[in-house]
């Protein structure tokens, strides 16, 4: 594949935490490359450095050494500001929680909608991408409900429509069918390789669901911070 | 779209019994501020009834509020003629117990001269006294109504006129009797007690006297060289309205003006706990909710904005329940609650503040909450 095809490029990244005799190395010098339209499972025990990757490429962690290029910009470089980053992730980076953690005082639409709003969008335009996204993930008629009254296929579906409002080109999901049944869960991968392709972006999820092993493109198991394969 | 009223919505009821909780707190501060002005007021109102300028009492006495005070009731006449003097009257003050329909009533007992100082400023409903005896002029507090009749000391009198806000600094309301009824309510006793006084021979008559004598000056007159004026008799004092005021201000209410005031103080160091109590708990609810706005790229003004409204939102709420609350209750206090819109801006004031601050360590908590925290372990 081009260059201009990668979406994520993770380069000798480590973290580690404390200093010293308490010093816990998370991440040792990991590579990662993935490309437009790529859906990829991050694999491992408990520990393994996992999330803490997944934290890395989402901006949320600085790593302790190495480089981070999300889109073609270079993050964690010492330029970015905190507020840069956090725009970042609203521009470039959706997130698909375990728990769907939708914000339960709004309605499965405005739970969509606030982050258009935050991202600026007008309230109308922001709206009808909300009723558009919803409706193409099959909860269309649940708009105006609040998440407590959703099923735990609907809440996660929101909880996409709600990764994907702003067109991001980056998706991390963290165990995104773990509250979900066989049947369920296989539908959700299908729907996120469909929107990988369509938008463009590209998927990285954190998974232990075998069941949907066959759904991803490459398969990265990671132990004691290290790539094992790939 | 307003995050801090959509989540306020979702828990509406709770927060309404937020609101209704703080409000409560708000009427019982309210009420101390009222009934800390009300003392103020009601002391005051007992010297500023009469409208005098300079108050001519017993020499070596503050009377006669914060001490009594007795001068022959010639003295009127006397400082009538003086100089600079437009008017003059003589006035007394007692507090008597009289039963009224069953019930013992604590009443302060004004004398004065129709048609010189000393009387009621506003006579608020009926007439002012048109005969020289056994008529009385009541205030509403009294609970008495125009025509009705109530015994005073040996004689029955008739209400035939109400005034409104005329107490003594212990909140008994006023009546107001003529100065010749006022005279022989204070010598009248019992024909009993009358009788066994006559057999031991003090049978003599002793000339009247009164607590102090008003006067109103002339326009252009000077208070300060009446005062030193009257003073030169021996027997005599006098004190301007402006020292008669602060005379009882510092002596008479002093104590319990302090008293309410540190209660108050107290209260609302309490209400402002509470109010930082109930806004940090309700943050704390919600970190995982921020956690998870942060992590889709909220910026902090709007995790700020979600907190800070709220505060703001409740403390006003509680404040205008408050507000509500004192106003249809204070008439039922025993007591004078007096609130001007003065204090309501002060306590709103310091609300505002006390909701910025309290909301300051909600907005500490939230800001500090890892967003990864969102995506769990």
């Known amino acids: ?230 | 779209m307003n995050l801090a009223i959509k989540d306020i919505r979702h828990g509406l009821f709770r927060f309404v019994l937020t609101c209704l909780g703080l409000g409560l707190l708000m009427t019982v501060v309210l009420a101390m501020i009222g009934i800390y002005n009300g003392l103020v007021a009601d002391a005051l109102a007992v010297v500023k009834a009469p409208a005098a300028d300079v108050w001519v009492v017993e020499a070596g006495t503050q009377g006669p509020f914060a001490e009594a005070s007795s001068i022959p009731a010639t003295t009127r006449d006397a400082v009538a003629r003086m100089p600079g003097v437009a008017e003059a009257g003589a006035i007394t003050y007692q507090t008597i117990e009289a039963s009224h329909a069953g019930k013992t009533l604590r009443l302060y007992v004004i004398g004065f001269e129709p048609g010189r100082p000393g009387g009621p400023q506003r006579i608020a409903e009926g007439r002012g006294l048109g005969r020289s005896h056994f008529e009385l002029l009541s205030d509403r507090k009294t609970g008495l109504v125009a025509g009705e009749t109530i015994r005073l000391g040996r004689d029955r009198f008739t209400v035939v006129g109400l005034v409104e806000d005329a107490m003594n600094s212990g909140g008994d309301p006023a009546v107001y009797v003529t100065l010749a009824d006022a005279l022989t309510l204070q010598t009248a006793m019992d024909p009993a007690a009358a009788r066994v006084q006559a057999a031991r021979g003090d049978g003599g008559l002793r000339p009247p006297t009164v607590a102090a004598v008003v006067a109103r000056l002339q326009p252009g007159a000077d208070v300060a060289l009446l005062t030193a004026t009257v003073r030169q008799w021996k027997h005599l004092s006098a004190l301007s309205q402006g020292e008669q005021e602060q005379l009882l201000l510092a002596s008479v209410v002093d104590r319990a003006r302090r008293q309410i005031g540190l209660f108050l103080g107290i209260l609302l160091s309490v209400s402002a706990v509470v109010i930082a109590l109930i806004i940090y708990t309700m943050t704390m609810e919600k970190l995982k909710q921020i956690a998870t706005l942060k992590l889709i790229g909220a910026p902090d003004r709007t995790i700020v904005g979600l907190i800070v409204q709220q505060a703001l939102i409740l403390g006003i709420s509680g404040l205008a329940i408050g507000l509500a609350l004192i106003f249809l209750v204070k008439d039922s206090f025993p007591r004078r609650v007096v609130l001007e819109p003065f204090n309501a801006l002060v306590l709103t004031g310091i609300i505002l503040m006390v909701c910025l601050v309290a909301s300051g360590l909600g907005v500490r908590a939230a800001l500090k909450v890892d967003p990864a925290t969102a995506l769990g372990g």
């Open chain 1, 1 to 230: 594949m081009a260059s201009g095809d990668i979406l994520v490029d993770v380069r000798g990244v480590a973290k580690h935490y404390g200093e010293g005799e308490t010093r816990v190395d998370a991440l040792r010098s990991v590579d990662l490359r993935v490309h437009v339209g790529e859906v990829i499972a991050l694999l491992g025990p408990s520990g393994s450095g996992k999330t803490t990757l997944l934290n890395v490429i989402g901006c949320i962690l600085a790593p302790t050494a190495g480089r981070v290029e999300l889109d073609g910009d270079a993050v964690f470089d010492g330029k970015w500001l905190r507020s840069d980053l956090r725009r970042l992730r609203l521009d470039k980076i959706g997130f698909i929680f375990q728990a769907h953690n939708l914000l339960p005082f709004l309605t499965a639409e405005e739970n969509v909608s606030v982050v258009l709003d935050l991202a600026g969008w007008p309230a109308e335009r922001g709206r009808e991408r909300a009723r558009e996204l919803l409706d193409y993930l099959e909860v269309g008629h649940r708009a105006k409900v609040k998440p407590a009254l959703l099923s735990g296929g609907e809440a996660q579906r929101v909880a996409i429509a709600r990764a994907l409002a702003n067109r991001p080109r980056i998706i991390l999901a963290d165990e995104p069918t773990a509250a979900l049944d066989s049947g369920r869960a296989q539908l959700v991968m299908d729907l996120l390789r469909k929107l990988a392709s369509d938008q463009k972006a590209c998927i990285i999820a954190v998974t232990h669901d075998e069941k949907i092993f066959d759904r991803f493109d490459r398969l990265i198991h990671l132990r004691d911070g290290r790539l094992v394969d790939s």
